[in-house]
């Protein structure tokens, strides 16, 4: 007695079985490297890192972003003629304290005692609009990206609320970490472009 085989049946039953099982192969691997993610347990709930057994090193970290505005927002600040009062003072107060109260306002950020907080703002004519600057330092356990981000980020959005009775259409960019250093991560800088 023959056995009659389809060759082209047995190579899609290979083919499908395959694939099957590099399908398995592969969502247990993101499985795996799920369970590697410091912010998850091995249940994958949410939990705060443990530094406690880190060194202590110092950290430094800053970070950048833009508002553009119409030609009559950047107007008034220049000329110190805004309603709400000196608008890049006040977004260099609020990105201090952004980035202090970080740990308040990111879920899985631990409380910092932050040594220093520098801000610098950079008139952008052509925009027209600013870029603020804020760096971050402390001697500690963990890094301080989160705090210059923060602080940028509050910062910002305390000259969008200083001006938006002149101009709702600002727009708020490019919100980066530009430089970090310090911790077992290593040093990172951005490229210039």
Same mark, same amino acid.
């Given at each position: ?11 899609? $039953? ?30 994958? @709930?949410?939990?705060?890192?443990? $530094?406690? &057994? ?20 950047? &107007? ?6 805004? @309603? ?8 260099v107060v609020a990105a201090i304290m952004g980035a202090k109260k ?7 950020c631990h409380p910092l005692l932050l040594t220093s907080v520098q ?41 969008? &609320? ?26 990172? @800088?951005?490229?210039?472009?």
């Amino acid at each position: 007695m023959m056995i009659k085989v389809n060759t082209s049946h047995n190579i899609l $039953v290979i083919f499908l079985f395959v694939l099957f099982f590099d399908t398995i192969i592969k969502i247990n691997k993101k499985r795996e490297k799920a369970v590697d993610l410091t912010h998850l347990d091995e249940k994958r @709930k949410p939990k705060m890192v443990d $530094v406690g &057994d880190k060194p202590d090193t110092q950290r430094v970290a800053s970070a950048s972003g833009t508002i553009t505005m119409s030609q009559a927002a950047y &107007d008034a600040v220049k000329n110190d003629d805004t @309603k709400k009062g000196p608008v890049l003072q006040t977004a260099v107060v609020a990105a201090i304290m952004g980035a202090k109260k970080t740990s308040e306002l990111i879920p899985m950020c631990h409380p910092l005692l932050l040594t220093s907080v520098q801000t610098d703002i950079e008139d952008m004519p052509k925009l027209p609009g600013f870029k603020l600057f804020v760096t971050a330092k402390l001697n500690g356990q963990t890094g301080v990206e989160m705090e210059a981000l923060s602080g940028v980020s509050i910062g910002l959005l305390t000259i969008y &609320d200083m001006l938006k009775a002149i101009d709702k259409s600002m727009v708020i960019n490019d919100i980066r970490l530009e430089s970090k250093s310090g911790g077992k991560s290593g040093d990172f @800088k951005r490229d210039a472009k």
